[in-house]
């Protein structure tokens, strides 16, 4: 497995001064930006476009920026979430109407590419394109809001991606979403998560810092 990478969901920054806070949580020892791009028709949430994700660049944010887009449809935002400075983009199969192609589209933007699945959306959906993903991305609570309560099942189904990833022989990236807190992190990454999404868990609290710490700490006691 590959080493844990902690990555905060601007969703629940002050977006009132987002490149500020942004470069604290950085400062504060995150590994990636997490950036929820949601469109109130495949959510029922609306956020940020690519302008924003531009906007944290020409700030001066140069840490990975992971674009989650739940919109539908999803090609026409990849080419500019690309230009705009995204490393990872991430959709939902269920809002493709060609799976391969957006995947590919993706990579030949040159970011990676990778499936996110709800809490009751099969895995099937990667059985004939686990040489075309670099990340799967596993929303443990149904996507829209930040502040949710980790969903219980998604243990089981990260284990299930786990085992297809280490089967799969590729270099694919298990990603968490939604309700990750520090007295849940070991336990996920145990089921096999190696890279964790979490808004309020780090925004909500005053010290950045001792949150992320506190999280790698609890990391150290997994068995990898
Ligand atoms: O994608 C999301 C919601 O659709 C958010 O990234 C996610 O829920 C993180 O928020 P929190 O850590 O507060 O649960």
Do not use: W
Request: glycine content about 6%.
């Amino acid at each position: 497995m590959k080493s844990y990478l902690i990555a905060p969901s601007i969703l629940s920054a002050d977006l009132a001064r987002l490149g500020e806070d942004v470069e604290n949580v950085l400062k504060a020892g995150a590994d990636v930006i997490h950036f929820d791009v949601m469109d109130n028709h495949y959510v029922p949430n609306l956020t940020f476009g690519p302008a924003v994700c531009k906007a944290l660049r020409d700030y001066g944010i140069t840490a990975p920026i992971d674009v989650h887009l739940m919109v539908k449809p999803v090609d026409r935002l990849i080419p500019d979430f690309a230009k705009a400075g995204a490393d990872y983009i991430t959709f939902h199969p269920e809002a493709s109407e060609h799976i391969d192609r957006s995947l590919q589209l993706i990579r030949n933007s040159g970011c990676k590419a990778g499936l996110v699945f709800n809490p009751a959306t099969s895995l099937s959906y990667l059985d004939y394109v686990m040489d075309k993903i670099d990340v799967i991305l596993l929303m443990s609570v149904n996507p829209g809001f930040g502040g949710q309560s980790f969903i219980p099942a998604t243990m089981q189904k990260l284990q299930e991606a786990r085992r297809r990833i280490d089967e799969s022989g590729f270099d694919i990236r298990l990603e968490v979403d939604g309700g990750v807190k520090i007295n849940n992190i070991a336990e996920i990454a145990a089921a096999g998560a190696d890279m964790f999404v979490a808004g309020s868990a780090i925004f909500d609290q005053p010290d950045y810092r001792k949150v992320i710490n506190e999280m790698r700490q609890e990391l150290t006691k997994v068995q990898k």
